[in-house]
């Protein structure tokens, strides 16, 4: 079983500024790897896939990078609406979720 | 545009099995993987498995011997049960179509509760 460490566990950025969350994976997963934000009392919403690719109507502040088994999910400018979980998940074999990154209000 | 929405029991008792719907509205349940997420109250998500139309499966390995899910594509629903349930099953259950590219759209949830 693919196992994914996200990090940190909890991001405290200021409104305005760039935040960088990681995901590694425990064997390489090539480019299968979707980014997730949760909103508390909602249902994940599909950000970034294939790594690097945005889901339709994601606005271009999200950027995803990396393959293999690292990963980076950049948010480059916090608005109020981004503060929120973010998940990975690999889908090369089968699908695993990282225990997931809280971005919070600093 | 494609809508998901889970039904099933809110409360299932010990060690018996937990069964939930997922209806598709908005488009076909063709051609697309059809995916099982969990999330236990403040934690993360759980990825139990998917199933093609075809009725191809792949489960969590740590789930596997508990899981069975099932399509039918004549009602655009697809179905899971868990069985010999605990406490530990208890979560918020999604549904969500798997197009090979992550998951998307999601449904709501469902809380699934097992307690006697």
């Known amino acids: 079983e693919i196992v994914m460490t996200q990090s940190p566990a909890t991001l405290s950025v200021s409104p305005g500024e760039r935040a960088t969350l990681s995901c590694r994976a425990s064997?390489?997963?090539?480019?299968?790897l979707a980014w997730y934000q949760q909103k508390p009392g909602q249902a994940p919403r599909l950000l970034i896939y294939g790594a690097s690719t945005r889901a339709t109507g994601i606005p271009a502040r999200f950027s995803g990078s990396g393959s293999g088994t690292e990963f980076t999910l950049t948010i480059s400018s916090l608005q109020s609406e981004d503060f929120a979980v973010y998940y990975c998940?690999?889908?090369?074999?089968?699908?695993?979720f990282g225990q997931g990154t809280k971005v919070e209000i600093k | 545009q494609v809508q998901l929405q889970e039904s099933g029991p809110g409360l299932v008792k010990p060690s018996e099995t937990l069964s939930l719907t997922c209806t598709v509205s908005?488009?076909?349940?063709?051609?697309?993987?059809w995916s099982w997420i969990r999330q236990p109250a403040g934690k993360g998500l759980e990825w139990i498995g998917r199933?093609?139309?075809?009725?191809?499966?792949n489960y969590n390995p740590s789930l596997k011997s508990r899981v069975t899910m099932s399509v039918d594509t004549s009602k655009n629903q697809f179905s899971l049960k868990l069985s010999s349930v605990t406490a530990a099953d208890t979560a918020v259950y999604y549904c969500?179509?798997?197009?090979?590219?992550?998951?998307?759209?999601w449904g709501q949830g469902t809380l699934v509760t097992v307690s006697s």
């Open positions: 199933i093609y139309t075809s009725g191809s499966t």
């Open positions: 064997q390489s997963v090539s480019s299968n």
């Open positions: 969500a179509r798997d197009s090979g590219m992550g998951a998307s759209p």
């Open positions: 998940q690999q889908y090369n074999n089968r699908g695993t």
């Open positions: 908005g488009g076909s349940i063709s051609s697309y993987y």
